[in-house]
């Protein structure tokens, strides 16, 4: 128990932690739940109680119901309900959600409690087309361009600067 591998903690309604290759020691733990908590938008290990378990590890949180990708918020101490400070770009990384099966993935160096919230910040828009690079001159440039809002917001097309002549459909 005190050289332990290839360690996945696995909670199959609401996630798991995959600690890889890392090596956990497992001394003292009488009970996973004693250790662990993995619940809805949840991750935590007790790694105050149980420092051996502060190792790097790929998080899994399911049954997620956010429309994009969530907040991920980092807190101190064991089983954390309270939101916290939004996770360090350098602390949780690789961040991927599938909104259609509410699952969202990320990987952390070292162990506190993370848990999600709603993503309220205006994500920009993203243009799904791609622009015609061809033209001749005397002859009409016509581009149709689409674009795609990750917040579901109306886009609305408007030129800040063109060159004479050009003109866009709002």
Do not use: W
């Amino acid at each position: 128990r005190e050289n332990v591998t290839d360690v996945t903690i696995n909670q199959s309604t609401y996630g798991g932690i995959d600690f890889g290759n890392e090596t956990l020691n497992f001394s003292g733990i009488v009970s996973l739940e004693n250790a662990f908590n993995v619940s809805k938008g949840l991750i935590s290990v007790d790694s105050e109680t149980f420092p051996a378990l502060n190792k790097s590890a790929s998080v899994v949180m399911k049954g997620l119901d956010y429309t994009k990708v969530p907040l991920i918020n980092m807190s101190s101490g064991f089983e954390n309900t309270a939101g916290g400070d939004v996770c360090p770009e350098d602390v949780c990384t690789n961040i991927t959600y599938d909104v259609a099966n509410g699952i969202l993935r990320f990987n952390v160096p070292h162990f506190s409690t993370y848990s999600t919230e709603t993503n309220t910040t205006n994500g920009a828009p993203v243009i799904t087309s791609t622009a015609v690079t061809m033209a001749a001159e005397s002859v009409s440039y016509n581009y149709d361009v689409d674009a795609t809002d990750p917040d579901g917001d109306t886009l609305i097309f408007s030129l800040i600067t063109s060159p004479s002549g050009m003109s866009i459909s709002s």
